[in-house]
């Protein structure tokens, strides 16, 4: 009794079903995998003299993404997103676990807008915060209530150091 092989058909749509996890697998675990210490760290500072590691999200994924799916913000730490460009540039809490402040910067590092308490988000349409109407290239995201316990106010000037 002899049996006849599988269809080239079948045999390649096992072989694209087979390649498509694997891509998604390992595009999955490159995310998830990444070492913190490989990251670009800015330390800001405020006018207070407070400094604050920043995290820095500067490419297409880390903009989206942001501080999405993590359970806590570190003590003493959040991110700055730097924006490809100055303009009316937005970020939203989708995924996020815990509320945050939100701090629009100018290209000269001035403060031209605040947002405090920024619910986190888990709904499939979430609101967008932009600067509006003030045009930015940098927005930092810290835990809620930093704004309000540093005194941290529109118009006051942030220094920022890179950690190598």
């Not at 993590?70 to 540039?89: D, K, V």
Request: proline share 5%; glycine share 6%; aromatic share 10%.
């Amino acid at each position: 009794m002899a049996t006849s092989p599988p269809s080239d058909g079948g045999q390649k749509k096992k072989r694209i079903i087979t390649l498509g996890l694997m891509a998604v697998f390992l595009m999955s675990a490159s995310f998830f995998l990444i070492d913190r210490k490989e990251e670009t760290i800015i330390i800001v500072t405020f006018p207070n003299g407070r400094e604050v590691e920043m995290e820095v999200a500067d490419t297409p994924e880390k903009l989206l993404v942001g501080l999405a799916f993590r359970e806590t913000l570190p003590a003493n730490s959040g991110m700055l997103y730097i924006f490809e460009s100055t303009g009316q540039n937005h970020v939203w809490t989708k995924e996020y676990r815990f509320p945050v402040d939100v701090m629009w910067v100018d290209e000269s590092h001035h403060i031209v807008g605040l947002k405090e308490n920024v619910a986190p988000c888990r709904e499939s349409d979430c609101p967008k915060y932009s600067s509006s109407p003030e045009a930015v290239r940098y927005a930092i995201q810290t835990e809620a209530g930093f704004i309000k316990q540093e005194g941290i106010s529109v118009g006051q000037e942030l220094k920022y150091t890179l950690r190598m």
